[in-house]
């Protein structure tokens, strides 16, 4: 027993000996600590932009470009250029180019899932352009900050018109059934990055994008839009800004000679910001018409999602796939392996209930 105990204890010393204190261990200043990604497809390979941390005596980040037949050997030439070890465990976010999107991202994503030492929850977009010319903009002489980068994946909870989305929940949606995954597009305008809309995938592959106001009706029919503001207009009552305050919504499915029925009942409650125009007395009549339009025009936006998205590519970004084989998956199994074409097939019915919060009675001309 005392001779088990001591090999045990030399076996422990030899370990930490040879391991922790070996050469497989790297000071800090031995790596790269990478904030964030950008990979973009080209004719032979890939070209992988890397923002990293500076040394503590420098300012700003650091930002290289490298290349490779594969977003691991191209991040792995970044060794060739700095003599230092990339390390991921500090990245925020990655930035596909369109041309991954147009190839296929499980061409270019699978080392950002597979790998041991990067994080599946990192943020994901995809570039209106190319990745490098997000991650190398500059505003006022300075590259914009990771952190403003991270941030606009989390603006659709302040306007209701973006989506977030990470490795983990984009390869979910991929494989889930009766599914296609979304992403937010970002692109630069007059120098800053901002989110432009939402990209839609079939198989990885980029099927189309959707605008900020379909990105809403998107949203909607998911219920995930609760917040943000909808501007209406009426000639009874000028222009009106409304701020969501609440908003949910309901997806009942039917069947009727072996046809898929999707009802989707959205309600809305929002508040009065702003009034601009010609308006009367702030009554019953003004608070009809405003939520009849309001009701009228999150219907458009949400139809319109839903027609170029679901009707038009054959991309079920809202799950009613995988809500039909939750609810009925005798039926569903025997239309999953057509539902692409049986979608087409599928009756959709789409209602809005919009609220608008009353205020006191009179208007903003003291009621004359």
């Avoid at 904030?35 to 930002?63: F, H, N």
């Avoid at 949910?248 to 499915?253: D, F, G, R, V």
């Avoid at 079920?316 to 239309?335: A, H």
Wanted: charged letters at 25%; proline letters at 2%; aromatic letters at 10%.
């Amino acid at each position: 027993m005392k001779i088990r105990r001591c090999c045990a204890v030399l076996f422990v010393g030899f370990f930490v000996c040879t391991v922790l204190s070996g050469c497989g261990y790297r000071e800090l200043h031995q790596r790269i600590l990478i904030q964030g990604i950008g990979v973009d497809k080209t004719g032979d390979g890939y070209t992988v932009t890397v923002r990293a941390a500076s040394p503590e005596e420098e300012e700003g980040d650091e930002l290289y470009s490298c290349q490779g037949g594969s977003v691991l050997e191209a991040l792995s030439n970044l060794s060739l250029s700095t003599g230092r070890e990339p390390f991921y465990s500090h990245n925020y976010l990655v930035v596909f180019g369109r041309s991954c999107g147009e190839e296929g991202l499980d061409k270019s994503m699978d080392f950002f899932i597979r790998y041991y030492n990067t994080r599946p929850t990192v943020q994901m977009y995809l570039a209106e352009d190319t990745a490098e010319e997000i991650l190398s903009a500059k505003m006022d002489d300075k590259m914009i900050s990771i952190q403003t980068l991270q941030n606009l994946g989390q603006t659709g909870k302040y306007n209701g018109k973006a989506v977030s989305m990470d490795f983990l929940e984009f390869v979910n949606s991929a494989q889930r059934p009766g599914s296609s995954p979304v992403l937010p597009v970002v692109g630069i305008k007059w120098g800053k990055a901002e989110l432009c809309g939402t990209a839609y995938f079939q198989n990885y592959q980029l099927a189309g994008i959707l605008g900020l106001e379909e990105t809403r009706g998107y949203l909607a029919i998911k219920g995930k839009l609760g917040n943000g503001e909808i501007v209406v207009k009426g000639d009874d009552f000028g222009t009106v800004t409304l701020t969501v305050s609440q908003g949910k919504s309901e997806t009942e499915i039917s069947s009727k000679d072996d046809i898929p029925n999707f009802r989707t009942v959205y309600q809305v409650t929002a508040d009065v910001s702003a009034i601009s125009g010609e308006h009367g007395k702030l009554d019953e009549s003004f608070y009809a018409s405003v939520e009849e339009k309001a009701a009228q025009q999150i219907r458009e936006e949400m139809t319109s999602a839903l027609e170029k998205s679901l009707m038009k590519e054959q991309c079920d970004i809202f799950g009613f796939g995988n809500l039909f084989s939750q609810k009925e998956p005798k039926q569903w199994k025997k239309i999953s392996q057509q539902w692409d074409e049986e979608m087409l097939r599928c009756n959709y019915e789409i209602q809005v209930e919009a609220t608008v919060l009353r205020m006191e009675q009179g208007s903003l001309n003291g009621g004359k």
